[in-house]
Each structure stands twice: as structure tokens, then as C-alpha cells.
């Protein structure tokens, strides 16, 4: 078992049919659900790692583009753009913490 195995295994439930980012991508954002999603974002710690699994990035890299792009299908669906908001600023300084930037 790889050492992130669990949380590529989580996100990539995230952004299967049915998961958080795919509620997402249909407008319906759960201020409950965020803050689950960020919290398994916010455990990621690369501290230690030399290098991280090319399954993990590909599911990060593309988050900070996916959730802006969805804000305004959220707005119309959920209608709680302040909340949505202030979740995707979390994740995105969350993952430049993390990962850092060139």
C-alpha cells in the first residue's frame, strides 16, 4: 500500500458521478460537504515525500481551475456564493501551502 493511497482513493470518489466535485460541476455545493473535502485536502502533508504519486497530482492540479469555473453554476443551483467562495480560497492557499509555487 502506497503511502497516499487513502486519500487518492478519496479523491478520486470526489471526482467520480455522484461525488463532491461532481455535485459541484451540476451547481449543488454542501457547505457540510466543503468542509469535509478541505479537510481531507488539508491533510495531504508532502513534508516527508521525495516525490509525490502521479495519481495524487492529477487529482489536485486541476481543482484550483475546476472550482473557479464553477462558481458561477453554483451561484445559480446553491446560491451560496459567499460560503463557495470562501471554500475555494481555502483550498487553493491549502494546496500552495502544500505543494508551493515557482
Known amino acids: 500500500m502506497s503511502r497516499f493511497e487513502a486519500e487518492i482513493s478519496t479523491l478520486e470518489m470526489a471526482w467520480n458521478a455522484g461525488g463532491f466535485l461532481d455535485l459541484i460541476r451540476h451547481g449543488n455545493f454542501s457547505e457540510d460537504q466543503g468542509n469535509g473535502f478541505y479537510k ?10 521525495e516525490m509525490i504519486p502521479r495519481r495524487l497530482v492529477s487529482l489536485l492540479w486541476y481543482l484550483p481551475s ?3 469555473w464553477q462558481e458561477e453554476r453554483v451561484a ?3 446560491g451560496n456564493v459567499t460560503a463557495y467562495k470562501k471554500f475555494t480560497t481555502e483550498v ?5 501551502r502544500q505543494l508551493g509555487v515557482p
Do not use: G, P, V
Open 40 to 49: 481531507t485536502i488539508q491533510s495531504l502533508d508532502f513534508a516527508h515525500a
Open 66 to 68: 475546476f472550482l473557479a
Open 76 to 78: 445559480k443551483t446553491s
Open 92 to 96: 487553493m492557499n491549502t494546496l500552495e
